[in-house]
């Protein structure tokens, strides 16, 4: 299973990527019950490498899709599922990743690809993220996606050992594992066809 991993924020201390990194760490130590650790080959991205100007109907006619756009669509493209940990602006995405989805969404509206996707959400305060994270599920059959799960993770700071790189709080812990334990789905389907073929 070829999976993408990576937070939707483009800050360098970036609290989701630290969860991400984190939930990767964990499918790359094969700790993730169902999901053998090499049967998982994981690559990430950084929104940064992403900046493009403000979308507006205007740019688009007068200068079409920039490439950055076309770049971040495939590559969710070459996925096999995806893992984001959606970080929370006033209640909504960050800016730079809104404007990297409403980019490639010209290219087409399904995103997604109809990946399957575990979600995740982090923030400093008790709401965890959730209003982005509630509104990423509900949005994501819109947009091409099979929510197979969707963790918030609230008081980052109380909750996770930044030196360690991990989950402080067990029963936090154990719901993260749960639900990347749903990527099996995908590793066994990714396997069988394999084998089909």
């Given at each position: ?19 991400v ?28 490498d ?77 709401g965890?993220?959730g ?67």
């Amino acid at each position: 299973m070829k999976l993408l991993a990576f937070a939707a924020s483009n800050s360098s201390q970036s609290i989701n990527r630290q969860l991400v990194d984190y939930a990767v760490q964990l499918l790359q130590d094969g700790l993730i019950e169902g999901v053998a650790a090499d049967a998982v080959e994981i690559s990430s991205l950084d929104l940064n490498d992403f900046e493009m100007p403000i979308y507006s109907i205007d740019r688009q006619n007068a200068d079409g899709i920039p490439q950055p756009a076309h770049d971040f669509y495939d590559t969710i493209g070459a996925a096999d599922a995806l893992l984001i940990s959606f970080a929370e602006h006033n209640g909504s995405y960050t800016v730079a990743y809104k404007n990297v989805f409403d980019w490639a969404s010209r290219i087409n509206m399904r995103v997604y690809h109809d990946k399957p996707i575990v979600m995740l959400s982090t923030s400093p305060g008790g709401g965890g993220g959730g209003f982005v994270l509630r509104s990423a599920a509900h949005l994501a059959q819109y947009f091409g996606n099979e929510v197979l799960a969707s963790l918030s993770i609230p008081k980052f700071d109380q909750n996770f050992d930044t030196t360690a790189g991990t989950l402080a709080d067990a029963d936090l812990d154990a719901q993260l594992r749960d639900a990347l334990a749903t990527l099996s789905k995908v590793t066994s389907k990714v396997t069988g066809d394999s084998a089909a073929g």
